[in-house]
């Protein structure tokens, strides 16, 4: 499996406080069976060249110890920015893995921008893949699930943390997870690490969540295939969104 969202460089924003944790994470991650991964640092705020600089000069560092361990997994940079973020589409570290194509953004967890439909979508015009991270944990996601449907139709893709679907974060967020997995809405499932204890970096779990939901087929394109792609810069496996019966909805959660 191939983790497209998680926080492994230590010292940058609420994951990791030092190498020694982000290798104590990563051992813990092959564990479980990932190989590969994608290290998104939290973007609040600005990504400039200082910030791009930052997080490649402690990226070179995490690969260093890795490679005095001889660990085995794979590591790719990224960051995790937020829609409201000033950056640089061509800082080294603004889109996966370097390729200028596939972007990791992340909403507000308690709103939605009015103008994020069309900012997406201007995205997409430019030849940017938007990727958009743990939607199930958006409070107006929650009471507006088409909304996701919505977005996908805009050319956006989705990445569910594998905790929502394990019950990490509470039934609720689970049962919106499951719903956006049933409805063709997941294309990536990250870890979303941020310590070894109580954010590990586990997917095991969320891929037989996966098989038993959606087959082994699915599970495989969106742990494995999907994310190689993405990291690639090449197309993913986008399949046919189901658009949510809102009165079925009301129905079955009354």
Not at 36 to 46: D, Q
Not at 84 to 102: D, L, M, Q, T, V
Request: net charge neutral.
């Amino acid at each position: 499996m191939i983790d497209i969202h998680a926080h492994l460089l230590p010292g940058i924003d609420d994951g990791p406080s030092d190498l020694d944790e982000s290798l104590a994470m990563i051992e813990a991650g092959y564990r479980d069976g990932i190989r590969g991964a994608v290290c998104t640092s939290h973007v609040l705020n600005r990504l400039d060249a200082q910030m791009d600089a930052k997080l490649t000069e402690v990226f070179g560092q995490l690969q260093e110890r890795m490679r005095e361990g001889k660990m085995r997994m794979e590591l790719w940079l990224g960051s995790e920015l937020h829609v409201n973020a000033s950056f640089n589409p061509g800082c080294r570290a603004a889109s996966i893995a370097g390729n200028g194509k596939y972007y990791l953004l992340e909403l507000p967890l308690n709103g939605i921008p009015n103008d994020v439909d069309e900012r997406m979508f201007q995205f997409t015009l430019q030849g940017c893949k938007p990727v958009l991270a743990h939607p199930e944990r958006n409070s107006v996601i929650a009471q507006r699930p088409e909304t996701v449907y919505s977005l996908v139709q805009r050319g956006v893709l989705m990445q569910l943390n594998a905790g929502s679907l394990t019950g990490m974060f509470g039934r609720g967020i689970r049962k919106r997870a499951e719903e956006m997995l049933d409805h063709n809405l997941v294309h990536f499932i990250g870890s979303d690490c941020h310590n070894p204890k109580t954010r590990p970096m586990a997917l095991h779990k969320a891929y037989k969540v996966v098989v038993a939901r959606q087959g082994k087929e699915t599970a495989e394109k969106i742990f494995l295939d999907n994310p190689r792609n993405a990291i690639r810069g090449e197309e993913v496996w986008v399949p046919h969104p189901i658009p949510f019966d809102r009165k079925k909805r009301k129905y079955i959660f009354f």
